[in-house]
């Protein structure tokens, strides 16, 4: 059984830990607001384009690329929930099923909890890691470099892993496919726009404009879900520390009148003697 010391230092110690996990509530709920306002601010600005050219270069069921390249959007630090091990999990299981049909899939990896997840059993598929992406906010410029570096890979389809926020409590790891860049090259694809300068040139542009724009819509979906999730976890570990020092302040305050009772009547019992 442990002593008074013993259970007042256990007490003394979850109810440092709860001051500390209410403060990261706070902080986090505060960052989401933030992080939401900017994601439903940008969220018009990603469909538009997305609906102009996901006709033309969307993923349809019966399409099988030789070769895949994945971006995997996880965050840099952890206490959020289990946002990033669904990002791992559906990552191996997109490379195992990308093995199956007979494509060659290779993996850009944003935010080191992804990359440590996968970095045992899929590192053979890296093609590149990109860490502390998230030191600032999120920009289109970093959407862009991205962007260029998925493009820089020549692959039949693209596609990006991320988080997709719904509520608080509720996000889903989404997966955004895209068919090459070599597809707009066909004949009858955006006829019907007129075009001022080399019509192939011109869509080569307006295709990595879409990615990076795809890939900063994802960026800001996979944040917010991110702040929201640690929000969650932060007030989940609160009420747990809560009960915890209920049950520890039950049995210290019962094993301190326990003693005391024990040494008053060694006092009694001394005095009876005397």
């Known amino acids: 059984m442990p002593s008074?010391?013993?259970?007042?230092?256990r007490l003394k110690s979850?109810?440092?830990t709860s001051k500390i996990t209410k403060a990261m509530k706070m902080v986090a709920a505060s960052k989401l607001r933030q992080a939401e306002t900017?994601?439903?601010a940008a969220r018009p600005f990603a469909l538009s384009v997305q609906d102009l050219m996901l006709p033309h270069i969307g993923m349809k069921g019966d399409d099988k690329p030789e070769n895949v390249l994945t971006l995997a959007i996880s965050s840099d630090k952890g206490l959020c929930g289990g946002i990033n091990s669904r990002v791992?999990?559906?990552?191996?299981l997109s490379m195992a099923a990308l093995q199956e049909q007979g494509a060659s899939p290779e993996l850009l990896v944003l935010g080191s909890k992804a990359r440590d997840g996968l970095i045992r059993t899929h590192s053979k598929y890296f093609k590149n890691t990109y860490d502390e992406a998230y030191k600032g906010p999120i920009t289109f410029s970093l959407a862009s470099f991205l962007a260029e570096q998925m493009l820089a890979s020549s692959a039949?389809?693209?596609?990006?892993?991320y988080n997709k926020f719904k509520s608080v409590i509720a996000f889903d790891v989404t997966a955004m496919s895209f068919k090459g860049p070599e597809v707009l090259g066909e004949s009858g694809v955006f006829d019907e726009y007129e075009f001022e300068g080399?019509?192939?040139e011109i869509l080569a542009d307006l295709y990595q404009f879409n990615l990076a724009c795809s890939v900063y819509g994802c960026l800001l979906e996979n944040l917010t879900s991110e702040q929201a999730s640690r929000m969650t976890a932060m007030d989940s570990a609160s009420n747990n520390a809560k009960d915890m020092i209920s049950k520890l302040q039950l049995a210290y305050n019962r094993l301190r009148q326990a003693k005391i009772t024990t040494e008053l009547t060694e006092i009694v019992a001394g005095a009876e003697s005397v």
């Open 88 to 92: 791992v999990k559906e990552s191996k």
């Open 14 to 16: 979850v109810t440092s």
């Open 38 to 40: 900017t994601m439903n």
């Open 4 to 9: 008074v010391k013993d259970l007042g230092k």
């Open 156 to 161: 039949g389809s693209y596609t990006i892993l």
């Open 198 to 200: 080399e019509k192939e």
